[in-house]
């Protein structure tokens, strides 16, 4: 304990020195404050059991982890007593053993903004190439009108100078693409896994060159509390420590923090501590996950859609088909409750061949085909006699066709990864407010989202580099970094573009949840006209690479 | 952050790098798609795709519909006129109703096996010797009655999908089991009340433009018989029995005109 709190010391007067070395317009301020905050935890008697940290996080997910390893890399952020908690044993992460082929269910999709920070952090290095596939093209289709809307990497290079300029130093993908930065992909996509692996490399290291960060993992969250027992005189007089959150632990350990980051998920726990409330709502659609293998020479994509992202809105919600590597895809259907847990059942080979003609057959088809699912996961008709039917008859109409369509095709799904179909609820969730006094929310604890525009993740991590920021900022000001006047600017930056997002995603998933007919007109309509103006499809690029506030951040650097 | 800006000058030296950088190629494809545009209404959209198909550009479309329209207003006799309204208007009504059959599985099972009805495969004489009061009997007494056959109904020409002209096909040919099914006379008010029925139903365009300018050539009696009788009882039993596109009559011929009736939740039309 002793010497913990002799390192709590240097690391306050290491931030005076710093402060003071800066120049900081009220450098005066820093050694008195944090004097006087040194004393308050000095003075705090009945603390035995109680041990002071300047931040914990709870929640050692992708955004948890982050910010741990963007406050450890940070200059200042790294002197301060650092604490991550989470209920899972992190030792999987650290001992993740990919195999060639196999890839874990949980996919996402990294913006170049996302990528950016993660080689700002360091973790990037730690992530394994071969693990990682660009995504250089999307194809989006309206599964009712066919309407169709495709995105190109290299494309997107010749239409917009903006572009250009964006990516003049846009990250490069680590497996060096034979294209030069021309060809930059609109995003990376790779397993959530990796990336927690590589958090966990990265907080590893910065714990072994000396930075105070303590993880308790398996160990789980029993209570947090604004009061330790106020009784004791002294602590009335001293400004603010008996106001800390304290974290009990069920080891029966107490933390009390300065700041405490709920990174603890959708139904986190941190935010009902702080009273903060959440407004959204559940989609009445579940989304079913899984590992699927592919044959890329049945796709018509350039490049036989390596690297390609297909997404089809059916009218009971969409289906997405993200690239991996090694001939791998991962899969995202969002659908009716009850037909992701037939899903879940139906025989792999059956699976497979209902995949597939989501891809092609028409929403008639397949919720003919669904409604097929027996009780017991068998199919009630022959799938794969009634699909190649239909696609016969697609087949001969397709051929009349005299403006015949070049819509690329999709590559075939041959067979599912075993034991990697799960189902999960799909909502839309708001913090009503990302910051209290002492508390702050990131990632999914904050804000949760359809997962058809792949952005949460997205999202979680930008709260995350924006908020490291703010922490270092308040530090080199010399404030107090759990003050609610010092987590504001993280609140104002990161709230209405989440918000917006949320919106944006949520009025899609909306506007494609119909078959109605003019709706579906008005929408492919719609859809036609933005694929073909250059400028507009590349703002929404742009929108969905998270690179829209570029200049704004260019200019802060 | 790794984004920056580049300066301007970068930005046209990034331009040489790129000679065929075209600064007029928004106007370029906004004038082919203009054309484009011009010439997809001139030009059929598919080849001959069934036997009978007169594939026809949208513009022809358009005259045919309204030109068909008015033909058949001004005399309901011609057949060929209602059927050219009905197909130049169908469109995505008749993909509605094929979405509705491939639900089904017995709607599945007809577009899939594709049976035709004519004289020759109803087998009518087999028919006639069938007990009075079953389906099949009823049927056949209505065609002598009329003194029609299955074999009159007007092939379809402008329906530009295969599989969609025999929807419309299979529509035509099922007409007269619907009298039998309904008990509805072949007298205008009748023919008209039908049309409320299968509008009901289908939702097809021509059936509505029959429900609501059909009863314009109408006496007033009839008009009054139509509107108090026929129509509420259409609207009702239209809306309550099963998709009727999705029954395979052939297969009902034995049954008793009663439990058909039953069966597919319809109630015998008003006697008047």
Known sequence: MSTRLLSHT??????????????????????????????????????????????????????????????????????????????????NHINWKPRADQYSNRVSSLTPKSVAFLKRIGVWSELDSSRIAACNGMQVWDGVSGARITFDAAHSNDRSTFLQQVFADAPQSPSSEQGSDQQSPLAWMTENLHVQYGLQKQMLAHKNRGVQLDIFEKTKVQGISANVSSSSPQESSSTDISEWPVITLDNGKKLQTRLLVGADGVNSPVRSFAKIESLGWDYSQFGLVATLEVDHSTSTALDQGKGVAWQRFLPTGPIAMLPLNNGYASLVWSTTPKIAQDLK????????????????????????????????????????????????????ESHAVAR??????????????????????????????????????????????????????????????????????????????????????????????????????????????????????????????????????????RFAMGLEDVPSSAARR | ???????????????????????????????????????????????????????????????LAVGSAFTALA??????????????????????????????????????????????????????????????????????????????????????????AYVMQRYRETHDFYHTLTGLP??????????????VQTGLPMTMLSSFFGPLRLSHEERKRLFDIYVPWALENGSNSKLLMNVRWEEWFEKPVEQVQRELGVQPCPQV
């Open chain 2, 186 to 199: 072949v007298t205008v008010d009748g023919e008209i009340a039908l049309k409320w029925f299968e509008m």
């Open chain 1, 404 to 541: 015949q369509s070049k819509d690329a095709k999709p590559p075939k799904v041959t067979a599912v990864q075993e034991n990697t179909r799960a189902p999960f609820p799909l909502r839309m969730r708001n913090s009503n407010s990302y910051v209290e006094d002492r508390v702050v929310l990131v990632g999914d604890a904050a804000h949760t989202v359809h997962p058809l525009a792949g952005q949460g993740l997205n999202q979680g991590l930008a709260d995350v580099e924006c908020l490291a920021r703010v922490i270092e900022q308040s530090l080199l000001s010399g404030s107090d970094i759990g003050n609610i006047h010092s987590l504001t600017p993280y609140s104002s930056e990161r709230f209405l573009p989440n918000l917006a997002m949320l919106g944006t995603v949520d009025k899609l998933s909306k506007l494609y949840n119909t078959d109605f007919g003019p709706v579906v007109w008005a929408r492919s309509l719609g859809l036609t006209a933005v694929d073909n103006m250059g400028p507009i499809k590349t703002e929404i690029m």
């Open chain 1, 345 to 396: 059942k139906l025989p792999a080979q059956d699976f497979c061949a209902l995949v597939n003609a989501a891809f092609h057959a028409s929403p008639a088809d397949l919720e003919y085909l669904c409604r097929n699912i027996g009780p017991d996961g068998q199919p009630q008709v022959d799938f794969q006699k009634e699909i190649e039917w239909r696609a016969s008859v697609q087949e001969l």
């Open chain 1, 10 to 91: 240097t690391a306050r007067a290491r931030i005076t020195l710093l402060a003071n070395a800066k120049k900081h317009h009220n450098h005066r301020l820093v050694p008195a404050l944090s004097c006087s905050r040194f004393l308050s935890t000095h003075a705090t008697p009945d603390s035995s059991e109680t041990e002071p940290y300047d931040v914990v996080i709870v929640g050692g997910g992708i955004a948890g982890s982050a910010l741990a390893c963007a406050l450890a890399s940070g200059k200042a952020t790294g002197t301060q007593k650092i604490a991550l908690i989470e209920a899972f044993d992190l030792s």
């Open chain 2, 1 to 63: 952050m790794s984004f920056r800006i580049i300066p301007s000058r970068n930005i046209n030296a990034l331009r040489q790098l790129h000679p065929n950088r075209n600064r007029l190629a928004p106007c370029a494809t906004l004038f082919t798609a203009t054309l484009l545009t011009a010439k997809s209404l001139l030009e059929a959209p598919t080849s001959k795709l069934y036997p009978g198909h007169v594939p026809i550009s949208p513009l022809q479309r358009g005259i």
């Open chain 2, 75 to 164: 005399n309901p006799l011609r057949g060929d006129m209602v059927a050219a309204l009905g197909e130049t208007t169908g469109g995505m009504f008749l993909e509605r109703i094929r979405d509705q059959m491939l639900l089904d599985p017995e709607g599945r099972r007809i577009l899939r096996e594709r049976p035709v009805i004519t004289s020759e495969t109803m087998q009518l004489d087999k028919l006639r010797e069938l007990p009075d009061g079953t389906f099949g009997r009823e049927y056949v007494r209505f065609l002598d009655d009329q003194q029609v056959s299955p074999d009159t109904r007007e092939p379809v020409h402008f329906v530009d999908s295969e599989e969609l």
